[in-house]
Structures are given as C-alpha cells and as structure tokens.
C-alpha cells in the first residue's frame, strides 16, 4: 500500500469558516500544515482570512459557498481531485422557545443549515476523501446533539440530526479509507453564536454566559479538532465530548453571579 501523503500536501475544507469555530479551526489546520480552502457565505471575512493565513506563512483560499445550496456544493467539489479533510461547522441555532410556542420556521432552517448542509458537503466530497486514500470527516456537532434541555428542542433536534449522520456514515463506509470524527462542544462563548441564537439581542446573548467562569473558546474547540485530525490515521476519535469546567452538564452550570 503507498504511505498516507503527508500533511503539508493536504487539502482540508473548513465549511462555515468565516468567524467562531470555524475561522479558529481554519488558522490551527493550517498552522499545522494543511492547505485550507475557507467557505462561508460572507466572502470578504473568509477572503481577509485567507489572506491573513497566507500572509503567515500558510496556505489558504477562500470560496464563497452556501451549504444548503446542493448545485453550488457539486460545483465547489469538483474543483477537487482529492480531498483530506473536511471539517462540517457550518450550522448554528435559531431561536430558544419552548415547543409550545417554537417558531417552525426556525426548525426547518436549522435542521437545513446543520443537517443538509452537512449531508450536501459529506455527500458532495466523500468521493473526494475516499480517493486521497487517508480522508477525515468531521462533524461539529454539540452536546445538544447528545441530550436535551428546555427551549433548545429545535436546535437539539438538528444537532441530534447530525450525530445520527455521522454514526450512521462511520457504519456505512467502514472499510474505506476514511474517518468519521464527531466533535460535541458544549458552552462555547464566540462573537456571533448566541447573538444569531437571539436575533441580534445582545442582552440575551450575554445572559448566556453571564457569571460562568471561563467558556470555552473557538479556540479550544479548533485546538481539539486539530488534534483529532492530526492522530495517525488508524486512530479515529469517533466522538469526542468538550465542555468548559464550570459545565457539568447541558443544563448544570455553575455561575458566579
Ligand atoms: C452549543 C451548545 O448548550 O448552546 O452547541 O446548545 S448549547
């Protein structure tokens, strides 16, 4: 069998790479050697980033791309022959209202952002992945997607849409060359994640993480993607839970108030 390509000649998407996770996950990967192709919809944060990680010495390109938009997806893969990495972390919540009165409009958009947009880009590049003889999937999904809490259901609902896409696909693909990584982070305080959860309510958004200690940040999340991705490739971190220590759990946080 011919040896795996080293890292420095690897291609690794970053979906939903323009802020938060995302851009963190983009800057680590290539800090460690991949060539990053940045997506997201906002092309002038994902161009500035690519050009910020050149500038350092990396490798970087940005393409504007639309997870839910399945012709734009097919036609950003076959730009590739081979493909690496892809890290899914486009996605995001809408909404925190109780079932009762939960807006369906909110639902269908997140199960389209995280669970289509996941499927489109997974199913668009896994031929990709598969050819590189040593690909990595991964999937950003949360610990929303492992247990649930009141006012997060539609949100829940998506991200247990997710894990289950990718317990699935590591099932379906076993024997072929590439890993399923899953990576659930819990409380993550980033610029626009609880501010896009509530509309652009900034007292909202703050309450989040009002009096918790040390959130985590896009940074411990992308440090930890990193280092799932960079493991020898027999090695497959199916599912790797993070959380700040200040949470014990989706709904035990201990706040210093
Ligand atoms: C983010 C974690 O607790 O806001 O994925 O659902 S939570």
Redesign the pocket.
Known sequence: MAPAPSAASRIAVVTGASSGIGAATARQLAAAGYRVVLTARRKDRIEALAEEINAAGHSAAAYQLDVTDRAAVDEFASAFKTIGVLVNNAGG?LGADPVATGDPADWRAMYETNVIGTLNVTQALLPKLVASGDGTVVILS???GLGT?EG?AG?VAA?HGEHVLAETLRLEIVGQPVRVIEIA????KTDE?ALTRFGGDQEKATKVYEGVAEPLTADDVADTITWAVTRPHHVNVDLLVLRPRAQAS?TKVHREL
């Open positions: 919540a949360s610990t929303a809490y997060g949100y991200k982070p819990g409380m993550v994640f989706n």
